[in-house]
């Protein structure tokens, strides 16, 4: 992870929801990955909101695991595929999970 940017007193103007989602992690407070994706009528589905999403599940896979620590038990991958229909599981997601659970705590096998 990359230290914590300085957040700005609007809020976040300025910051990319990625950057801004970090930040909240940072705080100690889980934030809602729902409330940093851009919202409105045909923004689902398009090649930038699934990058943003594909991101923001990296970023909560890596805390969450992170904060389960030995014990295990942090988020799977099916669990955003059932949060969010859109995301695509690609090789870089799973390699993604796969890395995090292996760092913090649990031990995948490579079946």
Request: overall charge negative; cysteine-free.
């Amino acid at each position: 992870m990359t230290a914590p940017l300085p957040t700005p007193a609007d809020g976040g103007g300025g910051l990319a929801p990625s950057a801004r989602f970090e930040n909240a992690w940072q705080t100690g407070h889980p934030p809602r990955i729902e409330d940093f994706l851009p919202a409105g009528p045909g923004v689902n589905g398009t090649a930038g909101h699934r990058k943003l999403l594909e991101h923001l599940v990296r970023i909560d896979l890596e805390f969450r695991w992170r904060r389960a620590g030995a014990g295990g038990g942090g988020p799977r991958l099916e669990e955003y595929a059932v949060r969010f229909p859109e995301l695509e599981l690609a090789e870089q997601l799973v390699s993604e999970e796969y890395w995090v659970r292996h760092l913090w705590g649990d031990r995948p096998g490579h079946g």
